[in-house]
């Protein structure tokens, strides 16, 4: 089957730019989910939809992130304007309802902001 | 906020040799999961305990848990070079199956 893809790998931009990131997860997963995993850290959850609704976006920054996941498949999800602390790997991973615990996970993109 | 926390950061050893990693974690849990990391195949899912087992094995992997202590261990038998990666303890909560919490990681590095 195929795996969770992601678009772009890499990006440069400088701050206060935007940048968005697409993410077409595993067939029939109903869960997405993005992550953010900055150097030498684990991925940290920023945002999980079920189908097209919004599960969990507690820690996502919402001043200057966004995400949507309109009909419930691919998803992407924006920065805006970008900070220099945003430099990192944002992963984009999803899960069956019936093994909700076991999630896959796409290369992630990696954004460097300059 | 990460909940688990893994020792050592960074192991380099032989090939052929075993490796052993440790997760400590702080709040109770559902399930806890390893994950590797490497440059080449991204983030991938290796096991999943649930908190009511103390063991379990899969190929060269052997996982424990200890919920008295909070804490996990993740051996890795006869190591080879591609086991060479980052390995993550992720904790599942009492509350939801599907919201896991990663820890800082291990390096593992496999020398020749």
Redesign the interface.
């Given at each position: 089957e195929a795996g969770v893809a992601q678009s772009p790998r890499y990006k440069i931009i400088e701050k206060r730019q935007s940048v968005a990131f697409w993410c077409n997860p595993i067939s029939g997963h109903a869960t997405l989910y993005w992550y953010q995993q900055i150097l030498g850290q684990g991925p940290k959850l920023l945002i999980q939809f079920q189908n097209n609704g919004v599960v969990d976006d507690s820690q996502l920054p919402k001043d200057r992130f966004s995400a949507e996941r309109l009909k419930g498949v691919d998803s992407t999800l924006k920065i805006q304007p970008a900070k220099l602390e945003d430099s990192a790997v944002y992963l984009c991973a999803s899960s069956s309802w019936d093994r909700a615990y076991e999630q896959y996970f796409g290369p992630g993109t990696r954004l460097t902001v300059t | 906020s990460?909940q688990?926390e893994e020792d050592p950061q960074a192991l380099s050893i032989q090939e052929g040799e075993n490796a052993t990693m440790n997760c400590s974690y702080k709040t109770s849990i559902?399930?806890l999961?390893w994950y590797r990391q490497n440059s080449g195949r991204?983030?991938?899912?290796l096991i999943?305990i649930r908190s009511n087992e103390r063991e379990k094995h899969s190929g060269r992997l052997r996982v424990t848990l200890d919920t008295s202590k909070k804490s996990s261990s993740l051996l890795i038998t006869a190591s080879r070079a591609a086991d060479t990666a980052s390995y993550?303890c992720?904790t599942?909560s009492m509350n939801r199956?599907?919201?896991?919490?990663?820890?800082?990681?291990t390096r593992l590095h496999i020398l020749p």
């Open positions: - | 990460q688990g559902n399930n999961q991204g983030l991938v899912h999943l993550f992720a599942g199956d599907d919201k896991i919490i990663f820890g800082k990681g």
